[in-house]
């Protein structure tokens, strides 16, 4: 029967030992990372790209600046009603869930106007969703972002639904890497820790219930939460996957132009998209 060396000083050079292999490890992994994206982006440049291709990512792009200029004269040209809007406070204020789709043109570069804007709702990554409380002049900022999202009235069913598959958090406590790490909101407490003493929100169904009822604690629950990442509507290679994308596609076609004005269109059964995302 071997027996266990409990002497200190061995136990603390095993321990030092295990410390720098970790470490070492960890410095071998982030430099294997950066290799490989050094080759990725170096094929990236050297694939060859035809010119019918680079024509059309032109075309794209002078549109979608044509789209913006045509939005930034449109709100210039009435600024006046938009300010009356805000003040008196009549508009319908509301509850959308907004879902971030790929985008209809592969090489189409998205200006900076809306890319800033995409940032601020934190849909920058494709297939995640955030909720927002829209009224009129959100409205008129979501213009911006038209072809890249789709919107609609979430029930409190599918509501729910988002809240035990999708809802996650950013946690305080920091990783080997320093950084904040990535957990699943699916437990009471973690509400509790976060707002029982200031907002005396207790469980996750306060969380829905305030956000349903568009409380004054909307953003602040919302800056808390982190987007809610989806799932493709159809997944698979196969010959049932590709008649279903055939199927949902011919189903859910959008009309793309952006010659004028790409007008900003509310999904009436969002609902069904959540549950094929979900």
């Known amino acids: 029967m071997a027996v266990l060396n409990s002497n200190p000083e061995i136990l603390l050079r095993k321990r030092k030992n295990a410390d720098r292999k970790r470490l070492e490890k960890q410095e071998q992994a982030r430099e ?62 509301k509850l959308l869930f907004l879902i971030r789709v790929p985008l209809h043109t592969k090489g189409l570069k998205i200006p900076n106007k809306a890319k800033k804007l995409l940032t601020v709702l934190k849909l920058t990554q494709v297939n995640t969703g955030v909720f927002i409380k829209a009224n009129e002049s959100t409205f008129e900022l979501l213009s911006y972002i038209a072809p890249y999202i789709i919107i609609g009235q979430p029930s409190l069913n599918s509501i729910r639904k988002l809240f035990q598959k999708r809802a996650c958090i950013l946690s305080s406590e920091l990783d080997d890497e320093n950084e904040s790490k990535i957990i699943k909101l699916d437990n009471n407490q973690l509400v509790e820790d976060k707002f029982g003493d200031d907002l005396g929100l207790i469980c996750i169904e306060d969380i829905i219930h305030e956000l349903t009822s568009l409380s004054d604690n909307f953003t602040t629950i919302t800056s808390w939460l982190l987007p809610f990442k989806l799932n493709p509507p159809v997944n698979g290679w196969g010959p049932q996957a590709k008649l279903a994308k ?32 979900n």
């Open 32 to 93: 294997k990372l950066a290799k490989q994206k050094a080759l990725k982006k170096k094929a990236a440049q050297a694939k060859f790209i035809r010119a019918e291709t680079l024509v059309s990512n032109f075309k794209s792009n002078e549109l979608e600046a044509k789209r913006i200029k045509n939005i930034n004269k449109k709100h210039a040209a009435a600024p006046a009603e938009a300010e009356a809007i805000s003040q008196t406070g009549t508009d319908n204020t």
């Open 246 to 277: 055939l199927i949902y596609k011919s189903e859910n076609t959008t009309t793309i132009s952006l010659s004028r004005d790409f007008k900003l269109q509310e999904v009436e059964d969002i609902d069904t998209i959540i549950d094929q995302q």
